[in-house]
């Protein structure tokens, strides 16, 4: 199961950091992707166990994945941030390293993050 929070209305330019719990598996097993709004968008994928993260261009330079290994608990830091990054963020865990979001098991309920211009 996982639990994002941290979405909330923050200006443009602004930063914010999304958090993604884990609850039945641990993070050292599975990829984690994080994808936005209706259309499944990538946003950035992230192997936690080897600490590589890929991003997509339109977030690129300005989003990445970090985690916590004792809270079991990964994050995506959102920086300079746009009123295109308007969204729901869905974090997901999977088996794969992959761009898709139809590899991925676990799906959290998303967080709504939305940005002022």
């Known amino acids: 199961q996982l639990e994002e929070s941290g979405g909330k209305l923050v200006q443009a330019g602004g930063s914010l950091r999304l958090s993604c719990a884990a609850t039945?598996?641990?993070?050292?097993?599975?990829?984690v992707g994080w994808f936005r709004q209706g259309s499944r968008e990538l946003v950035c994928i992230g192997r936690p166990s080897a600490g590589s993260t890929y991003c997509a261009d339109s977030v690129k330079g300005r989003f990445t994945i970090s985690r916590d290994t004792a809270k079991n608990t990964v994050y995506l830091q959102m920086n300079m941030l746009k009123p295109e990054d308007t969204a729901v963020y869905y974090c997901t865990a999977g088996p794969l390293y992959s761009d898709h979001a139809r590899d991925y098991h676990y799906w959290g309920r998303g967080t709504q993050v939305t940005v002022s211009s």
């Open positions: 039945g598996f641990s993070f050292d097993d599975y990829n």
